[in-house]
């Protein structure tokens, strides 16, 4: 339970953070100093638990179909780290407290700082590989966010992208890496993991897990190539600088690699894929550490460089080598969190980080100044300091390595080389800042901070002192908690001690420190302002260079692959759908089945032919002759109907016919807002041989995709139906829905949540198209009144004249008579749109036809009544009707799980009412009555949407008018 | 009366697709309606055609499945129908509001270069 807890904190406390107001400073510190100290107690009362238990397990089930659990697990590598993500947590906290100013927006700060400790957490202590991956992207993302923290500066929102792409990428790889080695080791979690060593390594997937992995690692961590986003990262403020880009979240890396070090190390490429890049990193970066300019620029690549370092130890495949990774981890955590600490100081109180321009601050804060120079001192590998202790465990580990000769040579002369670059740039860091001539052009007069900026830089370095003077005594118990939990029994002896001896690892650490010493007198007093050798591999040119031909080969590919035209992709649509379908059936032939046909009776035929021919002459006359074609295209949907009637499906006919009404009327209110497109113009300019040719080739592919069709129609109806659902339902219509009519049955009770989807999609299109016509302007030339209008209106008098009057009691003009009829046919046609919606459950009709039928009478008001007028006499409001239909079906489905009963079950009433007599209510009924009432309120509202434009056109020609 | 259903869908569906490739915008609108009509005939097919067996229960007759047409393509057609309906007035809308941005009524919202 306290795990959970832990990890849930610091969730909750990010979102509580991000509710705050924005100048509520000392509340969010508060807050989230709190959740970090409380969460960092609960690791550390865990700890009797798992030094006497050893793991820790909660499981939750995630997904138990796929054998997935939401896994927590906590070893001692896990306590300890999780007991410096909180505690480093929790110090930072109280730093960022100082450091941020009154205006900046606290709540974005903490609310991701928070939620980055969170998902940190969660990296640590998953128990599951895939769950790690996951709070492995949330860091990336955590990192993102609070990189990018002040979003006005071109350089934070550079640096986070590139931060993002780099690990972002290398999650991607990582996922994959975990899932071939879940896929190796039988299972996902880390137990299963953990003890599949020998089928993993001699698996053939091994070398690509273990590159995939690798590559997650090793951009998470900074290491060379992929070390260029971490200076950039720099951009953040320099809290997170100190928590995520040193102590946390780039450890995130080894921490990996060191949790997966039983499965995986131990072969030769784990030593050069691993081992390869940390020295690499190791030496590169301490070489470009040496010449940067900015505080913050030094203490990235040193910490680039010391990555590389606890890389390179873990890819030594020596036990002892991962206890020095493991020390060094912490070690380096304490010290380079306060050096971070004391750069943001210094920036906080002279408005710098150039080394150029610092000098002699140690007159100004001689706190500050000693905090960091015990702290750089430790990080150049000073006796008596911790830094010393692991670096020495480092240089011992290169010495005794068990490789070929040249590299036993090697490797400690690299090593050496690596710690005077150490030395030198933590010399030239101190030296230059503390030391010299008081600078005189610094924009804010350098003094001491408030102490509480300095309390927990204080901390941790007296953490390295403590530390390096009495190891044993203070981290000795945890260090081997956590090397244990890695290396289970095998975990060597060693000691933790000041005092070796004379030997060659100690006398290496001499050579470092004189050298690095000699270094910086020798060379770098007057610091240049490139890198010598390297200036010309800059990795940020590199990414930039590659992001750029990157996204100009996508869209060079995009324009070969694809068209910008709607005819070229339908063409493409319609081709690839006609190939796909032709190959099979050219590849295995396509033969008539066995069914026996039914006779086709003259009528039918005769039906068909009217259809047919309906058809084509739309696609004829649809350019120029656009009432016509949209008369015919009403005649190939009655053809359509008709069909349905005759082939026992009576719901459908009536669907269609009502629907077809609808559309008419619908587009016949859109045509009014289209072009003129007059055939004897067109004919005047005769169509090029390129446009004959592409209108054969669309001939061609339509007619061969509609013969397609059709014989595979045929094809399938001479065939014998298969065993399919539908017995099923026929047979339980009446026992479990309580209807005669099977079809209504399935839409309302069987599939009422297909059916409670599909109004809801019916509202959203009814709302998008009200939506999309509020903002309608039609094309200028569509203003004036159509010419028929016109000659029709100009015996009628002036425009004020004809202007609908709202108050009579009929519409005045020609009109009066229809509306007469049209007024009484609207009670009528409401009790038939009920009659359908209430006897649709044991026969055809239901919700769908009876708003289909109501919707029309509606219409018919408006066509024959005009806008004006009938508005003025009935109120209609759709979107009433639309949320009251949608609030209906979500009760009735809503209504089940009262009775205890799954969403959209059917509940029933039988019984007698007084009066009444015999009863029977159902919640289906209801059901229906939304889809009902959705259907009216969609139809009208849609339908009057459009209608009304004609009216806003007509306010637009009056005002002009009278101008 | 199958060879009449099967032709019928093939016209229709014929007709729908060369008129979605013509470049005005009411070409389109019809031949989608077209091919809607192909679409649902086609699928109401695959239940197999029956007359006279309508998919209401005779309470007389009993649900033997053998003597009703199939009651599920049906079902998916209604729906189909509905939706289809939606789909056209979307489609009007935004033509219509296309033609009122662009001033032209051609399908990618502006007039082909003569070639």
Known sequence: ?963 | MELVFAAAIGVLAGSGIYLLLRPRTFQVIMGLALLGYAVNLFIFGMGRLRSGAAPVLDPALGADPALYADPVPQALVLTAIVIGFATTALFLVVLLASRGLTGTDHVDGREPERE
């Open chain 1, 1 to 963: 339970m306290t795990l959970i807890l832990i990890l849930l904190l610091p969730f909750l406390g990010s979102l509580c953070a991000a509710l705050l107001p924005s100048n509520a400073r000392n509340a969010e510190a508060w807050l989230a100093g709190t959740v970090a100290f409380v969460a960092a107690a609960l690791v550390a009362s865990l700890y009797p638990q798992v030094a006497a238990e050893g793991v820790l397990r909660v499981t939750i089930p995630w997904m138990p179909a796929l054998g997935l659990d939401f896994y927590l697990r906590m070893d001692g590598f896990a306590w300890l780290f999780a007991l410096l993500i909180t505690g480093m947590g929790t110090l930072v906290v109280v730093y960022a407290r100082y450091y941020m100013s009154p205006d900046d927006p606290v709540p974005r700060f903490f609310s991701f700082f928070l939620a980055f400790m969170g998902a940190m957490l969660g990296i640590v202590l998953s128990g599951n590989l895939i769950q790690m991956a996951m709070f492995w992207e949330l860091t990336s993302l955590a990192s993102f966010m609070l990189i990018a923290y002040w979003h006005h500066r071109a350089d934070a929102r550079q640096g986070a992208r590139m931060a993002l792409t780099v690990t972002g990428a290398g999650g991607l790889a990582l996922l994959g890496g975990v899932l071939l080695l879940g896929h190796m080791a039988g299972g996902y979690d880390l137990d299963t993991v953990l003890a599949a060593r020998e089928t993993v390594q001699t698996h053939a997937w091994y070398p690509l897990a273990l590159a995939l992995i690798a590559l997650g690692a090793l951009t998470k961590s900074a290491q060379f190539p992929f070390h260029f986003w971490l200076p950039h990262a720099m951009a953040a403020p320099t809290p997170v600088s100190a928590y995520l880009h040193s102590a946390t979240m780039v450890k995130a890396g080894v921490f990996l690699l060191a949790r997966l070090w039983p499965v995986l190390a131990g072969t030769d490429l784990w030593f050069w894929i691993v081992g390869g890049a940390g020295l690499a990193t190791l030496v590169i970066g301490g070489y470009l550490a040496i010449f940067q300019q900015d505080m913050k620029g030094v203490l990235a690549y040193s910490t680039i460089s010391h990555l590389g370092l606890i890389t390179l130890l873990l890819g030594m495949n020596s036990p002892l080598a991962l206890v020095a990774a493991v020390f060094h981890i912490f070690n380096h955590a304490t010290f380079k969190a306060s050096l971070f600490m004391a750069a943001g100081i210094v920036d906080h109180e002279t408005g710098t980080r150039n080394l150029q321009r610092l000098s002699g601050l140690y007159r100004a804060m001689p706190i500050t100044a000693t905090l960091a120079m015990v702290a750089a001192a430790a990080m150049a590998g000073v006796p008596l300091l911790n830094g010393f202790l692991s670096k020495e465990m480092f240089f011992s580990e290169t010495v005794f390595l068990d490789r070929p000769d040249w590299q036993r040579i090697a490797l400690p002369l690299m090593a050496t080389l690596a710690g005077m670059f150490s030395v030198a740039y933590s010399l030239r860091f101190i030296h230059q800042v503390f030391f010299g001539p008081p600078a005189s052009d610094l924009p804010h007069a350098p003094h001491e901070p408030t102490r509480w900026m300095l309390l927990p830089s204080m901390l941790l370095v007296t953490a390295c002192v403590l530390v390096g003077i009495f190891p044993e005594l203070t981290v000795g118990l945890f260090l081997r908690l956590a090397t244990d939990a890695i290396l289970g029994g095998e975990a060597p002896h060693y000691s933790l001690a000041v005092w070796h001896g004379l030997n060659l690892p100690l006398f290496m650490s001499v050579a470092a420190l004189v050298g690095g010493i000699a270094l910086y007198r020798a060379f770098l007093w007057r610091a240049s302002e490139t890198v010598p050798l390297l200036e010309r591999i800059d990795g940020k040119r590199l990414f930039d260079g590659s992001l750029l031909a990157l996204t100009r080969f996508a869209s060079r590919l995009l324009a070969r692959l694809t068209s910008t035209r709607l005819q070229t992709q339908l063409l493409a649509v319609f081709g690839v759908a006609l190939g796909g379908t032709l190959l099979p059936a050219l590849e295995h032939g396509l033969a008539w089945g066995t069914r026996p046909t039914t006779p086709a009776p003259p009528a039918f035929v005769l039906l068909w032919l009217v259809g047919a021919v309906c058809a084509l002459a739309v696609a004829w006359q649809a350019k120029y002759h656009r009432l016509a074609a949209l008369i015919l295209s009403g005649g190939a949907g009655l053809a359509t109907s008709l069909t349905f009637v005759w082939l026992s499906a009576p719901d459908l006919a009536l669907t269609q016919l009502t629907v077809e009404v609808v559309t008419a009327v619908l587009i016949l209110l859109g045509l009014r807002w289209l072009p003129r497109r007059e055939e004897h113009y067109a004919r005047l300019q005769r169509d090029t041989a390129r446009a004959r040719m592409r209108r054969l080739r669309d001939i061609a592919l339509a007619a061969t995709s509609g013969l397609g069709l059709a014989v595979l129609t045929y094809a399938v109806l001479t065939r014998p139906g298969p065993d399919g659902i539908s017995p099923y339902f026929v047979e339980h219509a009446l026992p479990l829905g309580g209807g005669l009519n099977v079809v209504n049955v399935i839409l309302v009770d069987f599939r009422g949540f297909d059916t409670f989807g599909e109004i809801t999609v019916l509202g959203i299109v009814a709302l998008t198209v009200y939506a999309l016509l509020r903002r309608f302007r039609p094309a200028p030339e569509s203003i004036p009144l159509p010419n028929q209008q016109r000659e029709q209106d100009a015996g009628l008098g002036s425009e004020a004249e004809r202007m609908p009057d709202p108050a009579a009691a009929l519409p005045a003009g020609h009109m009066m008579l229809p509306a007469v009829l049209v007024r009484l046919l609207l009670p009528l046609a409401l009790i038939v749109s009920l009659y359908f919606l209430l006897r649709g459950h044991n026969a055809p009709g239901g919700g769908f036809v009876g708003g289909l039928v109501l919707a029309t009478a509606l219409l018919l008001q408006y066509i024959v009544g005009g806008t004006v007028w009938v508005e003025s006499h009935l109120r209609l409001h759709p979107l009433t009707w639309l949320s009251t239909g949608l609030l209906a079906a979500a009760a009735a489905g809503v209504g089940a799980g009262l009775a205890g009963a799954p969403f959209l079950t059917s509940q029933a009433w039988h019984g007698t009412v007084p009066l009444f007599g015999d009863l029977h209510l159902s919640s289906v009924l209801l059901f229906d009555v939304g889809v009902y009432m959705v259907v009216v309120g969609a139809t009208v509202l849609m339908l009057i949407a459009i209608a009304h434009q004609s009216l806003r056109a007509h306010h637009t020609r009056i005002r002009e008018g009278s101008h």
